[in-house]
């Protein structure tokens, strides 16, 4: 039977995958790209743009008709595997936006004072199920990517082009940037949860036009200001580059605030993401799984706040494992799972 | 419908209430608009800061604030932040900070890697150097109706020798 607070509208679809895939990715975009491929970073970002479009539309034709809840159903060992890496993924989100803020926003103050509204707006959010949160992602589109592209218009006044440019090409840096880049769009596997409750269609082209514009923009934005040395020695390029464009006239001389002000917001997405459908797998195969799932995530998380804090240059030094990690087990795991669902079916 | 609308509005009021958190009256803060650093010896700077001095504002207005100087010895500049921190009540603050002035006829790695990293400096500082010394550069100060900061920022974007202003910003540093 169809649950109708499961269904979204294609619409809504794209606007998460979209907010989900770009948001928190973009932030370490132009570091990762080009610490991996210093020589020729626009190519990997180009042709990761084009693997991208690839594996969603694999992922919307396979998935199609087919709802996550139910795969998992029939795959109960999966539900639990999606459990613990969707925790850690939101763990390190979460932790990444308490820093943030805590660094930028609202210093001196306790992680747990900006930990508390996130968890409870996450678990607001997320309580509606599928339907409810594809409303409020539709809702806070604009209101995250308005700014990220006034920023990047207005960076685009004095933008060296020799920086972006090509300056030198090997075969072996081109993969591992690639490689890195596509690792670091690893939240597009959770197209997988929903493309299966999506009304009227899959994925459209302007979707992955849009995205794709996003990515080269942020790139050619940060490095063409800032120069590839300083963007590999910036903890922050993104919001370096938000420090150095204002608006014309002195009206606003830093756009770095307001624009980590949206921004974060954006890597809400993800995080309410992640431990969305880390617990609708629960939910929907065990017994009390919603209670048990929302009770770790959410009363975990807080609860682990000051130690993930503490321990924030760890999980910061160790960010190339869990990319990684996410690109293995993140876009590979999803593909042998619906194959195997559809042999299932096809059997029955 | 409705509930979309308070989702959207607590995201909305989380943002515009960020900037509430801190109860201070703008005059507890020290707003440093230009920096100075003179390399003296193999380890000590001469350190000067130029702040915004509200108690001389004479527009009552708020658009033309001078500023005075207070300089110091110390290691680098976190160390500096640290004695300023030690003996003053006002906390610092970088984020209106216009440029930053090297003494020596020298930019120091040292000291421009710390600028780097902090948070507040945006990048669109200007890094300057001169051969004169720091006091004689910032001796002007008091006799100007506006910040030092400002003064310096406003000269490098109207003069007519400098094509491109931003060539001598903190973020093209590295270029």
């Given at each position: ?19 989900e ?5 973009a932030?370490?975009?132009?570091q ?10 626009i190519?990997?970002?180009?042709v990761?743009w ?7 539309l694999i ?9 996550m809840?139910?795969v ?11 459990y613990?890496?969707f925790w850690i993924?939101?763990?390190?989100f ?7 803020v805590?660094r930028?926003?609202?210093p001196?103050n ?13 678990w607001?959010m ?18 995250v990517?308005?700014?990220?592209i ?12 020799k ?11 081109f993969?591992?940037?690639?490689l890195l880049?596509l ?11 929903y493309?299966?409750?999506m ?11 849009g995205?794709?514009?996003l990515?080269?923009?942020i790139?050619?934005a940060v490095?063409?200001?800032?120069g590839r040395k ?9 919001m370096s580059m ?5 608006i014309p ?8 605030i307001?624009?980590?002000?949206f921004?974060i ?18 939910k929907?195969v ?29 999980i ?5 494992c869990f990319?990684y ?9 999803p ?8 042999i299932?079916?096809r059997?029955? | 419908?409705k ?9 909305f ?5 960020s ?21 003296i010896?193999?380890?000590r700077y ?16 708020g ?12 290691d680098s ?6 004695i300023?921190d030690?003996?003053?009540s ?7 900070l216009?440029?930053v ?11 421009i ?5 902090h ?12 051969k ?21 920022s ?10 491109d202003?931003?060539?001598?910003t ?6």
């Open positions: 039977m169809e649950n109708k607070h499961q269904r979204i509208t294609q619409r809504q679809g794209n606007r998460i995958f979209i907010l895939t770009f948001s928190a990715a932030l370490f975009l132009p990762i790209v080009l610490r991996g491929n210093y020589g020729s970073g190519l990997s970002v180009g990761v084009i693997l991208l479009a690839c594996y969603v992922a919307s034709k396979v998935a199609d008709g087919i709802p809840e139910q998992l159903k029939h795959h109960r060992w999966a539900a639990i595997i999606y613990i890496r993924n939101a763990a390190f979460y932790t990444y936006i308490v820093f943030m805590g930028y926003m609202l001196q306790q992680g747990f004072v900006i930990g508390f509204p996130l968890l409870v707006l996450a607001r997320n309580r509606g199920g599928l339907k409810e949160r594809g409303r409020v992602m539709e809702g806070i589109f604009w209101f990517l308005l700014p990220v006034f920023v990047l218009l207005l960076s685009i006044t004095d933008l060296s082009f920086e972006i440019a090509v300056s030198d090409f090997q075969w072996k840096e993969f591992k940037g690639s880049l690792a670091l769009l690893h939240p597009m596997e959770l197209v997988w949860f493309r299966g409750n009304s009227n269609g899959g994925m459209k082209f302007r979707t992955f036009f995205i794709g514009i990515l080269i923009g790139f050619c490095v063409g200001s800032l300083l963007t590999l020695y910036d903890e922050n390029p993104v938000a420090q150095g464009a204002a006239g002195g009206i606003m001389a830093r756009l770095d307001f624009l980590i002000a921004w917001v954006g890597v809400f997405c993800v995080f309410s993401g992640y431990l969305f459908y880390g617990n609708e797998g629960l929907h065990f017994f009390r799984g919603r209670m048990i799932g929302n009770l770790l995530s959410y009363g975990g998380l807080f609860l682990a706040t000051n130690v993930l804090f503490h321990f924030w240059y760890l910061w030094n160790s960010f190339s990319l990690a996410n690109l293995t087990i993140g876009l590979l795991f593909l042998f799972l619906f194959y195997m669902e559809k299932r079916r059997k029955i | 419908m509930k979309r609308y308070i989702v959207c509005g607590l995201f009021l989380i943002v515009v209430l900037g509430c958190n801190h109860k201070r009256d703008i005059e507890d803060s020290s707003y440093v608009l230009a920096m100075g650093f003179e390399k010896n193999d380890r001469l350190v000067r800061y130029s702040y915004a001095d509200f108690d001389s504002e004479k527009s009552n207005a658009i033309k604030i001078p500023s005075r100087s207070i300089t110091f010895l110390a500049f976190a160390n500096a932040n640290k300023w030690d003996h003053e006002k906390q610092l603050n970088f984020g209106h216009k440029v002035v090297f003494g020596n006829g020298k930019k120091d790695k040292k000291i890697k710390e600028l780097l990293l948070p507040q400096i945006a990048k669109s500082v200007y890094i300057l150097k001169t004169n010394s720091l006091a004689e550069v910032f001796g002007k100060e008091q006799k100007l109706a506006v910040s030092f900061g400002e003064y310096m406003a000269a490098i974007e109207n003069s007519g020798k400098i094509k202003p931003k060539k001598y903190l973020g093209r540093i590295m270029y």
